[in-house]
């Protein structure tokens, strides 16, 4: 089991933005488990084998904001 990991990510309004944030996230780790909350602006990534910056940087590359 890999760890879990919550990113606050601001720009997501719709639920294509959530599709775009979780196939990203899928490219960086295809076994994590993505559950975007679009109205709290939080991705929750379980059994995450990537290292968090990974993540992060995959949703800024796909054009939402992390909010750190």
Known sequence: MGMAIEIKVEGMGCQKCVTSVEAALKRVDPGARVDVDLAGKLVRVADATA???ALESAIEDA???VVK
Request: hydrophobic share 15%; aromatic share 16%; no cysteine.
């Open 51 to 53: 290292p968090q910056a």
């Open 63 to 65: 054009g939402y904001d």
